[in-house]
């Protein structure tokens, strides 16, 4: 039920920018996110974010163009009968395919992060230590002053210590940028 009204939340945005062209006002490159998913053992995760793009742009083509922002993060595993709180910064590469349209940009993006956690085991799984690194890949639409993502993302200590039970998580995103 939470997936479907997340869900139902973030086509009402995106109807609501394609609708109001006012809505759309110069960037400032800062924006906010939230996030919801889950892992492969019913974990519920919760993520709420703080966004700051790249000021610049690389290999510009007629197809798209190189760019990224770094994300601050909080975020909130909660198993069954335990939950892990934590936070995040991540450098994050982005591909916009566009095509002189900036109302409507699709993406894929990339990248490695660092995170630390207040607790190191959830729902059996044993994290072993409390700083991790956090991968993604990730697809999504910028619309306007809203981007909507879905991404894939791993969370392990890179076998620094054992074991490295690691987590991955299958998350959905909105952002809002002003």
Not at 70 to 95: C, H, M, Q, T
Not at 158 to 165: F, G, L, Q, V
Request: glycine fraction near 10%; charge should be negative.
């Amino acid at each position: 039920m939470k997936k479907i009204i997340f869900c139902v939340f973030c086509l009402a945005l995106i109807n609501l920018t394609m609708v109001c062209e006012s809505v759309m006002a110069e960037s400032s490159g800062y924006g906010v996110s939230l996030g919801y998913g889950q892992s492969k053992d019913d974990i519920d995760i919760y993520r709420i974010g703080v966004k700051k793009d790249f000021v610049s742009q690389w290999f510009t083509s007629a197809t798209g163009y190189v760019s990224g922002y770094f994300e601050l993060s909080y975020n909130r595993w909660k198993g069954s009968e335990d939950e892990i709180n934590g936070a995040a910064l991540s450098p994050v590469f982005v591909y916009y395919f566009d095509r002189g349209n900036q109302t409507v940009r699709p993406y894929i993006e990339g990248g490695i992060g660092l995170a630390y956690i207040d607790e190191t085991k959830i729902q059996g799984r044993n994290m072993s230590t409390n700083f991790q690194f956090e991968d993604r890949i990730g697809v999504g639409v910028a619309i306007k002053s809203f981007d909507l993502s879905f991404r894939y993302m791993h969370y392990s200590n890179a076998s620094i210590k054992a074991p490295n039970d690691g987590i991955d998580i299958w998350i959905g995103s909105l952002s809002w940028y002003f």
